[in-house]
């Protein structure tokens, strides 16, 4: 019997990491579709959105064809034999009243719609109708540039100056300094290629670039439900077709 349990927690954690390994290719295949429609281009060469989005995919062993497939839903356009894919947005609120946002994709809906509910409804929250939550949040670019400590200050007034950026924070230890900045959607692209070329001539390095959904008012959660929301969304983010978990938690 001995054998036999430890058999099952192999299962069951190799099905934990099985899981994370999916949600994680998805988020991932997903930061490829959308830098090919923001940066208007299939050509990593040429659209340097999508080679970071690349680069991020093969560090994580997503397969060349995978890649591939992602470029061209990017297009708008699909491969021979590939299954119906879906995109859908679902709405939740989670214990102690924070709203929750599930981006998905998935070749079965109902499927992926019946694991949410499930993990919703068994860990202190309830689903949502359609637009009762998604106005809390609006749709915005992020990207995330690491460089040298003490250049950070220029590195901030270079950027001052590009039109788009909405918003800078700025963290820094004794060597290194990361910059994050909101961006308006509608002038991402533009902004991107100027964040770039003021990033290559501080030797900064963008990190992260991609959409998200920014919350207009933050709610700050007792220390209990602030664990029981903790643990909600990590289960939710095991759920493979799940791309993207946004909240409005402080």
Request: aromatic share 4%.
């Amino acid at each position: 019997m001995a054998g036999h349990s430890k058999w099952a927690k192999l299962k069951h954690t190799k099905g934990l990491v099985d899981a994370k390994k999916g949600a994680l290719l998805s988020k991932i295949s997903k930061d490829i579709i959308t830098s090919v429609k923001v940066g208007g281009s299939s050509d990593p060469n040429f659209n340097p959105m999508l080679r970071l989005a690349i680069s991020k995919a093969k560090e994580a062993n997503m397969t060349n064809d995978r890649i591939e497939r992602a470029v061209k839903r990017g297009l708008g356009g699909t491969s021979s034999g590939d299954d119906v894919i879906s995109e859908n947005t679902y709405e939740a609120y989670g214990p102690g009243g924070f709203s929750i946002l599930i981006d998905t994709e998935s070749d079965n809906s109902n499927r992926t719609l019946t694991d949410i509910k499930t993990i919703i409804n068994k860990n202190g929250g309830k689903m949502a109708n359609e637009g009762s939550i998604s106005w809390q949040f609006s749709e915005v670019g992020f990207i995330n540039i690491e460089g040298d400590s003490t250049k950070i200050q220029t590195l901030e007034e270079n950027l001052l100056d590009i039109q788009g950026i909405e918003d800078i924070e700025s963290e820094q230890t004794e060597d290194t300094a990361s910059v994050v900045l909101i961006i308006d959607k509608n002038l991402f692209r533009d902004a991107y290629s100027k964040i770039v070329e003021v990033a290559s001539n501080m030797n900064a390095k963008i990190m992260e670039a991609k959409l998200i959904m920014q919350t207009k008012n933050l709610l700050e959660l007792r220390e209990e439900d602030l664990s029981r929301a903790e643990s909600l969304i990590e289960k939710i983010e095991e759920v493979s077709e799940v791309t993207n978990v946004w909240t409005n938690i402080q």
